[in-house]
T-cell receptor, first 114, second 114 residues
Framework: DAGVTQSPTHLIKTRGQHVTLRCSPISGHKSVSWYQQVLGQGPQFIFQYYEKEERGRGNFPDRFSARQFPNYSSELNVNALLLGDSALYLC?????????????FGEGSWLTVV | KQEVTQIPAALSVPEGENLVLNCSFTDSAIYNLQWFRQDPGKGLTSLLLIQSSQREQTSGRLNASLDKSSGRSTLYIAASQPGDSATYLCAPGEGSSNTGKLIFGQGTTLQVKP
């Protein structure tokens, strides 16, 4: 079975632009979370979605938004990009929203803002 | 606010050594704790998940223990191999709101020399 898949794998954007990152969870998984990992740091939680509703949000500005579709795939959108948004964006999926489940990560999308 | 610390930040050992990676967290109200491995430029691979009611989990040469009351977890790697070289991250699952949110430390970067 395919794992968590993310696209694009790498992209370069200019300050002020908008970016959309996509994620397909493992088949049967209904919960998707997004994390930002800046170079040299551990990942930081951005959002969790379950059954198409936002269930958790980290300490990120309103420029960050996400949604989950009926097939449980998800998009992360970032508006008005800043240089500091340059990072690896990781998507994770789990069977449901309960904390007792193993969380599986994708390979990430590398975003560079210039 | 949960804070996670991993010691040491970096570790270099000769092949064949047994080693211990340490993780401490400030809030003992966690649902579980997960250990991950991250290769350079890649996503996270789940190694072990310990539920809050468990004391340890084992998978092959890996053994993870959890002492929730003292806010500590250790990852024991037996008979280390060059292929074990990677960054190891521990992540307690946030217990208060059941969002499935993981809080990460900065990781321990391990190099195993042949």
């Amino acid at each position: 079975d395919a794992g968590v898949t993310q696209s694009p794998t790498h992209l370069i954007k200019t300050r002020g632009q908008h970016v959309t990152l996509r994620c397909s969870p493992i088949s049967g998984h209904k919960s998707v979370s997004w994390y930002q990992q800046v170079l040299g740091q551990g990942p930081q939680f951005i959002f969790q979605y379950y059954e198409k509703e936002e269930r958790g949000r980290g300490n990120f500005p309103d420029r960050f938004s996400a949604r989950q579709f009926p097939n449980y795939s998800s998009e992360l959108n970032v508006n008005a990009l800043l240089l500091g948004d340059s990072a690896l964006y990781l998507c994770a999926s789990s069977l449901n929203r309960a904390s007792g489940n193993t969380i599986y990560f994708g390979e990430g999308s590398w975003l560079t803002v210039v | 606010k949960q804070e996670v610390t991993q010691i040491p930040a970096a570790l270099s050992v000769p092949e064949g050594e047994n080693l211990v990676l340490n993780c401490s967290f400030t809030d003992s109200a966690i649902y579980n704790l997960q250990w991950f491995r991250q290769d350079p430029g890649k996503g996270l691979t789940s190694l072990l998940l310990i539920q809050s009611s468990q004391r340890e989990q084992t998978s092959g040469r890996l053994n993870a223990s959890l002492d929730k009351s003292s806010g500590r977890s250790t990852l024991y790697i037996a008979a280390s191999q060059p292929g074990d070289s990677a960054t190891y991250l521990c992540a307690p699952g946030e217990g208060s709101s059941n969002t499935g949110k993981l809080i990460f430390g900065q990781g321990t970067t391990l190099q195993v020399k042949p």
